[in-house]
Structures are given as C-alpha cells and as structure tokens.
C-alpha cells in the first residue's frame, strides 16, 4: 500500500482517518473539522482513503501489537444489513482487546467453531480458560475441536465481551446501518484493530497510566501509518 498520486500529504490522511475511526464522527463531520483548519477536502474523498488505507492501517498495528492474554470471552451481536439478519462473532480477552471478529449469517455450532479455528490459528495458543453466554453453540464448537480447556458458559460472567459491541453498534447508528456485509467486515476490522491501539486495556486505572499510554498509542500510530510514503 502506497500514498503515491495523492494529492494531499500522507499526514493529512492519516490524520482524517484517525478522527473517523476513533471519534464518533461521520465523513461529513470529519469535512468539516478539516475545513474549520483551511484544507479543503470532500466527504467521499474521506470515505475512498478509508476503504483503501483502514484495512492497511489495521494490518500494520496488529503486526506490532501484544500477544494476547489467556481468557478469552466470546460473544455475538445480531446486525441486520438489507432487511437480512447477520451475527458478529467476536472474541475479546480480559482486558477487553478485541482477539478477532467474523460476520456470518448464521448462529450455530459451525459459525462457532469458524470463530474459534481462526483464533486458534492466529493466535498461536490455547487459552487457559474461555468464557461464552449460555449459548450451546460454543460448547459444541469447543468439543469438536477437542479443546482441552476450562470452559465457563454463564451470562452473567461474558460482560467483558458484550460491552464490547457497544461501541460498534453506536458507529452503526451513526452510519444508518452498513451496506452490505463485505463493507461491515471490513469496517469492523479496521475499526477494532485502531480501537484496541486507543482505548486503555482494563488494567490501567489511574490518570498518569492513561496518559502514557494515550502517548504510547500516537506514536505507535504514527509508525504505522506511515506505510510507503
């Protein structure tokens, strides 16, 4: 991925895509914001830099991010895209960064099972314990795949990932809903991957934590947007 024939500098765009995808913001708010600082640049302009460069950006920061903890907490969101119901599967691990996430069309021990083999596979580890609602899909998926690991099936104790859809369903409002289900997974993807870098894991609790690490996830975006420029 290059920013060759761009008209605006690399900075600029990384800039526009960093308050779409952190801020509760729309393509035209972005527009706008931009503006108000003199640079002059289209809402659908915005929105064909973050088809094309999301997904780079993603991929980058999830090359340079941290191996993941050892729980993992599954869930699923229902999405409605052209009047068709769609579910979300997500894992997160316990301090609530997003594992990985699919979009499938059905809710049922082969779309858990999907979830869980790629997590297996990108991930590299087993975790020592997984947490799901009380759907029995996962535990079928888990048995199928014969993991060999302490399972815990309880609403009450999936809260880490069910707070986890909350920012998404909020972009989704915002968004009057996606378009078509390759758009809403290549969103999420991106969308995820930027928010892990952001938002502080679960165990940094005291206002100078935040602080740095706000500062450490600026630079490490810095470093990753760069990309060929």
Same mark, same amino acid.
């Given at each position: 991925?290059?920013?060759?024939?761009?008209?605006?500098?690399?900075?600029?765009?990384?800039?526009?895509?960093?308050?779409?995808?952190?801020?509760?913001?729309?393509?035209?708010?972005?527009?706008?914001?931009?503006?108000?600082?003199?640079?002059?640049?289209?809402?659908?302009?915005?929105?064909?830099? !973050?088809?094309?460069?999301?997904?780079?950006?993603?991929?980058?920061?999830?090359?340079?991010?941290?191996?993941?903890?050892?729980?993992?907490?599954?869930?699923?969101?229902?999405?409605?895209?052209?009047?068709?119901?769609?579910? +979300?599967?997500?894992?997160?691990? %316990?301090?609530?960064?997003?594992?990985?996430?699919? +979009? %499938?069309?059905?809710?049922?021990?082969?779309?858990?099972?999907?979830?869980?083999?790629?997590?297996?596979? %990108?991930?590299? +580890?087993?975790?020592?314990?997984?947490?799901?609602?009380?759907?029995? !899909?996962?535990?079928?998926?888990?048995?199928?795949?014969?993991?060999?690991?302490?399972?815990?099936?309880?609403?009450?104790?999936?809260?880490?990932?069910? !707070?986890?859809?909350?920012?998404?369903?909020?972009?989704?409002?915002?968004?009057?809903?996606?378009?078509?289900?390759?758009?809403?997974?290549?969103?999420?993807?991106?969308?995820?991957?930027?928010?892990?870098?952001?938002?502080?894991?679960? !165990?940094?609790?005291?206002?100078?934590?935040?602080?740095?690490?706000?500062?450490?996830?600026?630079? %490490?975006?810095?470093?990753?947007?760069?990309?060929?420029?």
């Amino acid at each position: 991925m290059s920013y060759k024939r761009h008209r605006f500098p690399f900075e600029l765009i990384a800039h526009a895509e960093w308050l779409y995808f952190c801020f509760l913001l729309s393509f035209r708010l972005v527009e706008e914001m931009l503006l108000e600082r003199g640079i002059v640049v289209s809402y659908e302009t915005i929105r064909r830099w !973050s088809l094309k460069f999301g997904t780079a950006y993603a991929r980058s920061l999830r090359r340079k991010s941290a191996k993941p903890n050892d729980v993992w907490h599954l869930d699923d969101v229902r999405i409605v895209i052209r009047c068709k119901p769609h579910w +979300l599967w997500r894992a997160v691990d %316990q301090d609530g960064s997003i594992l990985d996430e699919i +979009l %499938q069309t059905r809710r049922n021990a082969k779309a858990a099972r999907r979830l869980l083999t790629r997590l297996l596979k %990108q991930q590299g +580890l087993r975790p020592v314990r997984m947490i799901t609602d009380r759907l029995k !899909s996962y535990g079928a998926a888990r048995r199928k795949l014969s993991l060999s690991i302490r399972y815990l099936s309880h609403k009450g104790l999936n809260d880490r990932a069910e !707070s986890s859809h909350l920012p998404l369903q909020k972009r989704e409002r915002m968004m009057q809903k996606f378009r078509s289900p390759g758009g809403c997974q290549r969103f999420v993807s991106a969308f995820s991957a930027i928010r892990n870098l952001f938002v502080p894991p679960a !165990s940094i609790t005291t206002a100078l934590s935040r602080h740095l690490h706000r500062v450490q996830a600026l630079a %490490q975006w810095n470093s990753a947007t760069v990309l060929s420029a």
